[in-house]
């Protein structure tokens, strides 16, 4: 028996329209671009989103029926990891807090990957501290003018559009004074400096921006309600970086496994049980994000994510620190520390040694570890939150 809301397709409804996708675009006949396009706009692309915006309003489920089907079929992707940011963090917001222009104008190129996004969020000092940030925007007519600094934005040399948040009154408690904008990546103002990793590689920049001008129409929610949309923003970011969908040893364990299987005079009996428990917490962990992804199935992550986020970066750096171990000298050889500037994290196409030091910053980017403990106690736990002297004091006096 379905459950559908009447008018949604279920899962035989969307075979029949992936079915007719197929008919009239023949992948091996059609450019890539035009058949994502055209997969967009039959409702095909995120299923569960609205009629018009690349979805059918389906159950959010279903997505992986969809998935498959086009997959068999040899139809091309989007390249979800090139386009992260935009996927697991644009969209939602935007279509929580977007105007029907905004939507309208946004979301199709955004998924078929036309245009990549980046995020303006960190500053230098205000990380963890995010609502401390001090970039600027003031109000002239019906633009915004925007100045002040950003730094380790990731694929901002890559990006068309940003997401950004600003601080549009000082004088209100730090948390009250913040607008949630759209920032157009080719504006007069917007420099963006590459930032060199411990890979070798600038993945992610300095961005600076300086009177820079962003039309009201670009502005997602209220004005002063951009902590809030935020919140939308990094809940997903957390599900988006620890809650991808993998077959069994689909992930980095998968790779460590395989050189196991393949190398036995590598093997003693303590990285035998240390390869053991963390397969095993792999699979925890790859399951619990099965429960996550049904959880935002039925509406909004919640602070789970953050757990799940937590522990992908424990398991991912444990891993890595193991298959070096494992490889002995060849482990700690660097394949290359030529400076590029890569449009993707590219944790399989790469050696043993880049997977060590990219998975450090796993531990970082999207909220530290610590904060996500925090987050995980108060609203998981229920235990006493951390105290906030600063929580009604206006910004502007805070101490810098
Ligand atoms: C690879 C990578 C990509 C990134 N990409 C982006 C991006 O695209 N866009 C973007 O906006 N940002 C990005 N970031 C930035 C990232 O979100 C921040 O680095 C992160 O939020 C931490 O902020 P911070 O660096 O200012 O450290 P700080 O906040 O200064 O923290 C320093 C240390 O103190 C700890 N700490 C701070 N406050 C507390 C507390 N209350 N309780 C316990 N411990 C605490 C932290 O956990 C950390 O260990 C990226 C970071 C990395 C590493």
């Known amino acids: 028996m379905t459950t559908e809301p009447a008018g949604t397709p279920d899962e035989e409804g969307l075979r029949h329209r992936v079915r007719a996708l197929l008919a009239a675009h023949d992948p091996a006949a059609t450019d890539r671009l035009a058949f994502l396009r055209a997969r967009f706009d039959a409702g095909l692309a995120w299923v569960h989103y609205p009629q018009g915006l ?26 979800p990891r090139r386009i992260g940011i935009g996927l697991g963090m644009a969209a939602p917001t935007v279509l929580t807090f977007g105007t029907d222009e905004q939507k309208a104008r946004f979301l199709r190129p955004l998924w078929t990957g036309e245009e990549v996004w980046c995020q303006l969020f960190s500053e230098p000092g205000a990380g963890s501290d995010l609502a401390s940030l001090g970039t600027r925007a003031v109000r002239d007519g019906d633009d915004w003018v925007v100045t002040g600094q950003k730094v380790w934005t990731s694929n901002a040399h890559n990006a068309r559009w940003a997401i950004l948040i600003a601080r549009t009154d000082p ?101 035998h049980d240390r390869l053991l428990r963390l397969w095993v917490d792999s699979e925890v962990s790859r399951l619990t994000a099965e429960r996550v992804r049904q959880q935002l199935a039925a509406g909004a992550p919640g602070p789970e994510g953050s757990g799940l986020k937590l522990a992908f970066a424990r398991l991912n750096q444990q891993i890595s620190g193991l298959e070096v171990e494992l490889l002995g000298e060849d482990g700690l050889r660097y394949g290359d520390w030529t400076m590029t500037r890569p449009e993707t994290v590219d944790f399989f196409g790469r050696d043993a040694g880049y997977r060590y030091l990219r998975a450090k910053g796993n531990s970082i980017e999207g909220g530290t570890s610590e904060i996500l403990r925090n987050i995980v106690s108060e609203r998981v736990l229920g235990l006493p939150s951390e105290p906030r002297t600063d929580k009604d004091a206006a910004w502007k006096d805070l101490p810098r």
């Not at 979805?55 to 091309?76: F, K, N, T």
């Open 54 to 79: 690349g979805g059918l309003g389906a159950r959010r489920s279903l997505q992986g029926v969809v998935d498959a089907e086009l997959a068999a079929a040899g139809a091309p992707e989007n390249d």
């Open 171 to 271: 004088d209100l408690p730090k948390h009250r004074g913040i607008t949630y904008f759209v920032c157009d990546m080719t504006d007069p103002g917007v420099e963006v400096r590459p930032l060199r990793q411990i890979t070798g590689e600038a993945e992610f920049n300095e961005v600076f921006l300086t009177g820079v001008r962003i039309p009201d129409a670009h502005r997602l929610g209220a004005v002063g309600d951009g902590w809030r949309v935020a919140q939308t923003t990094l809940m997903n970011e957390r599900v988006a970086i620890g809650g991808a969908s993998i077959p069994r040893e689909g992930g980095m364990i998968g790779t460590v496994a395989a050189t196991w299987r393949e190398r036995p005079e590598l093997r003693t009996p303590d990285l």
